[in-house]
């Protein structure tokens, strides 16, 4: 692999839309490089960065075989591809978008089966009155025999669904499914209900790198300044900076701020001044209890709150990830803040 970096996003469909507004987000829109119909793009600000489109499934597999760097793509088809990602890919990020659950649903009409241990009963008692085993239908193979396993039951069989999954039980090529849902709306139009117990997994977009991949220099420098760029709008939308006066005991307050609302310190008055203005980095939720606060400590000057761009932070739990992952200590990026000014250029 050369010493580019390359990130593959899904090429269509509402996750598409999803990713390519949380990197435009963080001012780093996508551009597709042939036309509507090609399938590379590429990242501003990042020559150095060749994105693939391919469909949510082939990332999953060019994650695990080492042909891009990072992917993004539900972490349910990660999983799916490679129960265990240790040595093989890395979720370095979840996106918080593209949630879906993978379950496992039994048609509504069996009122007395709730849990799995009910479903194993169904199980055992379908087999000894049919002589054949209970089908399940899935698209999630690897995952549906994990958990069954773990919940200790044997007498079923897969079959694999290569069309609408929540139709099967009503077309009598299964009695169950496994299949991934959002709201539970399908299902139930399809006279399905999810297991109490049943949730295999709780997915969401991730953002992954790749342990096969090669790791030279240049893909590692670039990698750090992407996820800086990343990490640092993460920061900036959930956080505000303060800007107010201290005087006198400064440092109480400051110890009482920090303690209590999980505020920072971003600049302070030149050494030896006994007063002045200071920069507090708030997380956004807590701007309520800070003013509470300061107040509480004596003071009696006026606080603004202010948006930022982004946030630059010395210990980024991103490039933490990224770094134990890869098992390299990148250099650590210094705090810098950028007002916000209007939408990131």
């Known amino acids: 692999m050369s010493a580019r970096l390359t990130l593959a996003v899904p090429s269509k469909g509402r996750l598409q839309e999803q990713v390519q507004d949380y990197f435009a987000d963080a001012g780093l829109p996508m551009k597709k490089a042939a036309g509507a119909r090609g399938y590379r793009a590429t990242l501003a600000g990042f020559a150095d960065v060749d994105v693939m489109l391919l469909s949510a499934s082939e990332i999953a597999a060019a994650l695990l075989a080492g042909d891009v760097h990072f992917g993004v793509t539900g972490e349910d088809l990660i999983r799916e591809a490679a129960p265990q990602l ?27 089966v709730a849990t799995m241990a009910d479903f194993d009963d169904v199980c055992a008692a379908f087999f000894q009155r049919h002589r054949r085993r209970l089908r399940i239908a899935t698209k999630y193979v690897t995952l549906t025999r994990g958990f069954f396993a773990n919940a200790g ?27 991934i849902t959002s709201t539970g709306t399908t299902l139930a139009a399809n006279g399905l209900k999810v297991l109490e117990d049943g949730t295999i997994l709780q997915s969401q977009a991730q953002l992954a790198a790749s342990l096969a991949a090669t790791w030279d220099a ?23 900076v303060l800007r107010v006066r201290l005087e006198g005991k400064a440092d109480k307050t400051l ?16 050494a030896g001044n006994i007063g002045g203005e200071y920069s507090l980095l708030v997380p956004r939720g807590n701007l309520m209890d800070a003013i509470a606060v300061l107040r509480a400590n004596g003071c009696k000057e006026g606080v603004t709150a202010q948006d930022v761009d982004y946030v630059f932070e010395p210990k980024d739990p991103i490039l933490a990830a990224f770094t134990k992952a890869i098992g390299r200590q990148l250099p650590q990026t210094l705090l810098v803040m950028a007002r916000k000014s209007g939408p990131p250029r």
Request: hydrophobic share 50%; glycine share 6%.
């Open 218 to 240: 240049a893909a590692r420098a670039t990698a750090e300044k992407l996820l800086s760029r990343l990490a640092a709008r993460e920061r900036a939308k959930a956080s505000l």
């Open 153 to 179: 039951i044997a007498d079923y069989r897969i079959v694999e669904s290569a069309g609408a999954t929540e139709g099967a039980p009503a077309a009598g090529t299964a009695e169950a499914i496994v299949d």
């Open 86 to 112: 240790d040595g093989r890919v890395s979720l370095i990020k979840a996106l918080g978008f593209g949630h879906a659950d993978v379950v496992v649903a039994v048609p509504q009409a069996w009122i007395d």
């Open 255 to 270: 110890q009482a701020v920090t303690k209590k609302v999980s505020a920072s310190v971003l600049s302070r008055p030149a």
